[in-house]
């Protein structure tokens, strides 16, 4: 397909905001993306242009993200970008670049994280339905107390 799929390493820079919709789970936050570069003349790293995503994530990746970021952490965020440009009347036009996320994680060059697997909801028991075995005696507490490691229970003497 003809998408531009981008990847940007910035900041969150907005509390995630997190919603229940009719479709599954969306969430949604900005991220601020600072370039840098070696200033000679001070000779040390500046700071350039600031461009500021918003981040649209769905389903699983909205509840993990929403429950995972903070303002001001480090991220990596991958996507489908998309520029929105709109005019509403009696106001000047403005545009919007959004990145529906494929995948978002703490950026790790800066800092580190502790991963935890997200629960899934509960699966129903299913019952053992197998084919017993036919062949092998049925366990009871005589059979297993047969095993050689095991002390053999002593005799009770009635006197």
């Not at 981008?6 to 601020?32: D, H, I, K, L, Q």
């Amino acid at each position: 397909m003809n998408e531009t799929m981008v990847c940007v390493v910035g900041n969150v820079a907005t509390r995630p905001v997190y919603r229940e919709m009719a479709s599954g789970p969306a969430a949604r936050f900005r991220v601020a993306v600072t370039s840098r570069y070696w200033d000679r003349e001070k000779s040390a790293w500046a700071d350039g242009h600031t461009n500021f995503f918003t981040v649209w994530a769905n389903r699983q990746l909205a509840t993990n993200a929403a429950a995972s970021l903070s303002v001001g952490e480090p991220v990596i965020v991958q996507g489908r970008l998309k520029v929105r440009t709109e005019t509403r009347e009696g106001q000047q036009g403005w545009m919007s670049a959004d990145i529906d996320a494929v995948a978002i994680g703490h950026d790790l060059a800066r800092g580190t994280t502790a991963f935890r697997r997200a629960q899934r909801p509960e699966q129903v028991a299913v019952p053992d339905r197998s084919e017993p075995h036919w062949e092998s005696p049925p366990e009871d507490t005589a059979a297993m107390n047969d095993d050689p490691r095991q002390p053999s229970p002593q005799p009770t003497v009635v006197t």
